[in-house]
């Protein structure tokens, strides 16, 4: 079930179909289980809150709204069983549902967790929040004493949010764009004095001094006729940092993809009305191109997507949301998500317009299932596969066979991609990933495809690390490489040099490794892609340590280090090599397995290594089992960084275990 408040409150079931709530009792004493958020409230509180003069029973109607309430949303709850949503503890009721689940509570968390994200993912997070708004929250129950606070503040949650999107697009160089909000922002809310500030800065980076401090006079004038009071320190101080032109309030240097979409989208404001299928699928086909131009135009791309998606669903049709969904058909080549919120977005709906979809239209519910599974990436179990876990590969390989059948080539390159993305069941699947990869190259180059026929080469870059075979490598590397340049493809650059980082580590001194792994973080700046970005470098550094047995080297390393999400996996290494084996024992005990994805025998190399330092018979066990699928091959899997071959720390384990 899904729970709505930010606006009327309505339900919707998994299928995203209404559900019926009967009257409007049944659905305040709802919406008062939702505001208490999980926590149970007194049958006479809810007494005391619906009613000013409650009858004579109102504890027997509050039961009857219940039990109601209790039919609507677990229809399929064999009779005399206990509820297992909206439950009985005490003397009052619970709804428990997911965190997920009520879009006030998926809001906040939007809020909280914008603020420690970079500009980019930011931006994109709080647009798909404030869609989630379809008018003021609660709005059955603006009377409602009960409802009052929680109004207040989920009005200022979503106050804030604006002014943290706005200060997104400032960050990301994309000041015009943000000041229509902005405007329509304050003359609204003509108290915020934050809110002034930032359109005031938004309209001089987009070269309109005289404009800005104008906007910053209304203020003034404004704050005075409407509260009596004057602007604050920091509205002053920004008013004499415009008329000197400090140097802080220069433009942000926006990446001149994010210039043409904004040029695009005033365009397409001007020419076509929003929010029909012909703007939204459009603004997706734009969203596809400006994606593979990286930078800060891969930022804006998942956000608007999104963003047309969102509506997309919103308009209720589902032959539109799937053309809107299955046009961003934008090769994926790394594992791990650069926005898993936004990703579970697109794959909720993505699977909710397939269920939706006429079973005549195969070509778009191929493109569902491809989406599916690519946005899916990294989504794969780990030590116990499950129904929902095996999902996303089913998904894949239904694409594929469609596409197949439709003899359609395109269709075909993205499905394999799919297919590719949840070809990490286990260790040592890189010869399964090398016929994907050459069908790839075949089908992309036949067809012109070329941003599939560079993903096809990367793949081919990527088994063939793990074949130790460099030569190979090379020759793909090179022919992504002359894609890149002869179609503007940016991004290539970022994988085919960390690749010759790694080809440098093979081959060379120490130093040398160093400096070639620190050359090619420095392309991964500015590139949108997080998912890569954070933790990579110093997971590639320790990996050359290992392979250096330098123990010194990753002793080292700071104790402030940002590993990213690789942590928990290099932590009882860190340990170890700082002489605290205690720590790395308990480290150990408590690790689960990696990710399965292009880093997983490398993370498990790496546990490995403490484990037998430690001698860790449970620890080794694991990473036994787990590497020795991929006994052939080497860590180096990912094209990025390697540990050593794989047959290496199984020789490493047996030693220790006969010992």
């Not at 101080?237 to 993809?257: G, I, S, Y």
């Not at 929003?274 to 703007?279: A, E, I, S, V």
């Not at 297919?419 to 190259?441: H, K, P």
Request: proline share 6%; glycine share 6%.
């Amino acid at each position: 079930m899904r729970f709505q408040v930010l606006g009327p409150v309505t339900v919707h079931d998994d299928l995203g179909g209404p559900v019926a709530l009967r009257g409007p009792r049944y659905r305040e004493v709802l919406a008062r289980l939702i505001l208490a958020n999980r926590r149970v409230v007194p049958v006479g509180r809810l007494v005391d809150d619906l009613w000013d003069e409650p009858p004579v029973d109102a504890v027997g109607a509050v039961r009857t709204f219940v039990a109601g309430l209790r039919r609507a949303l677990e229809p399929d709850r064999p009779p005399r069983t206990p509820a297992r949503l909206l439950v009985t503890e005490g003397l009052g009721y619970a709804l428990r549902a997911e965190p997920d689940a009520v879009d006030a509570w998926r809001f906040d968390d939007a809020i909280r967790v914008s603020s420690t994200l970079p500009a980019g993912q930011a931006f994109s997070l709080l647009t798909e929040a404030l869609g989630w708004w379809r008018g003021p929250a609660y709005t059955d129950f603006a009377d409602a004493g009960w409802a009052q606070a929680e109004r207040s503040r989920l009005t200022e949650q979503r106050l804030l949010a604006v002014e943290r999107r706005a200060e997104a697009q400032l960050a990301l160089g994309a000041a015009a764009a943000a000041v229509p909000d902005l405007d329509a922002h304050v003359a609204e809310h003509p108290w915020r004095e934050d809110a002034w500030g930032l359109l005031a800065t938004a309209l001089y980076r987009s070269g309109r001094q005289a404009d800005a401090l104008a906007v910053l006079a209304r203020a003034r004038r404004m704050l005075a006729e409407d509260l009596g009071i004057d602007p604050g320190p920091a509205l002053r101080r920004l008013e004499h940092d415009l008329l000197r032109q400090a140097a802080h309030l220069d433009p942000v240097a926006a990446d001149p993809t994010v210039r043409v979409w904004e040029q695009a989208r005033a365009a397409y404001d001007s020419a076509v009305p929003p929010r029909t299928g012909t703007r939204l699928e459009s603004t997706a086909g734009l969203m596809r191109d400006l994606a593979v131009t990286g930078g800060g135009g891969l930022a804006a791309a998942r956000a608007h997507r999104l963003s047309a998606v969102v509506a997309a669903d919103e308009l209720g049709d589902a032959e539109l949301t799937a053309r809107v969904i299955g046009i961003y058909d934008v090769p994926a080549i790394w594992t791990r998500s650069d926005d898993p919120a936004q990703d579970r977005r697109l794959v909720d709906i993505a699977e909710k317009t397939l269920l939706r979809l006429p079973a005549h239209d195969e070509a778009d519910r191929a493109r569902l299932l491809a989406t599916i599974a690519v946005e899916s990436r990294g989504a794969l179990p780990v030590d116990d596969p499950t129904e929902a876990g095996l999902r996303p590969l089913r998904a894949a390989r239904r694409a594929e066979e469609i596409a197949r059948r439709l003899h359609d080539p395109a269709l075909l390159a993205f499905a394999l991609n799919g297919v590719f993305m949840q070809s990490f069941q286990r260790a040592g699947l890189a010869q399964r990933r090398e016929a994907l990869g050459t069908e790839i190259v075949a089908v992309a180059a036949t067809s012109k495809l070329a941003t599939y026929e560079v993903l096809g080469h990367l793949i081919l870059v990527q088994t063939r690390c793990a074949c130790a075979d460099y030569t190979g490598a090379d020759q793909h590397a090179d022919a992504a490489d002359a894609l890149a340049q002869r179609y503007e493809l940016p991004l290539v650059k970022v994988f085919t040099t960390w690749y010759r980082a790694l080809r440098t580590s093979a081959t060379t001194d120490l130093a040398t490794a160093e400096a070639a792994y620190e050359a090619a973080a420095a392309t991964l700046t500015g590139a949108g892609m997080p998912g890569l970005e954070h933790g990579i470098l110093p997971l590639a550094q320790l990996s050359l340590y290992l392979r250096h047995h330098n123990t010194g080297k990753i002793a080292a390393i700071a104790p402030d280090t940002d590993w990213g999400p690789y942590k928990s996996w290099v932590e009882p290494t860190l340990l170890v090599a700082r002489g605290e084996l205690a720590g790395a024992r308990e480290a150990l005990h408590n690790l689960t397995s990696p990710p399965r994805d292009l880093l997983f025998e490398a993370l498990w190399a790496i546990v490995a290594h403490a484990a037998t330092a430690v001698d860790d018979v449970e620890a080794m066990h694991r990473a036994r089992i787990h590497l020795s699928p991929a006994a052939a091959e080497t860590t180096a899997q990912s094209g990025l960084l390697s540990v050593g071959p794989v047959r290496t720390h199984l020789d490493d384990i047996d030693t220790a275990m006969s010992l």
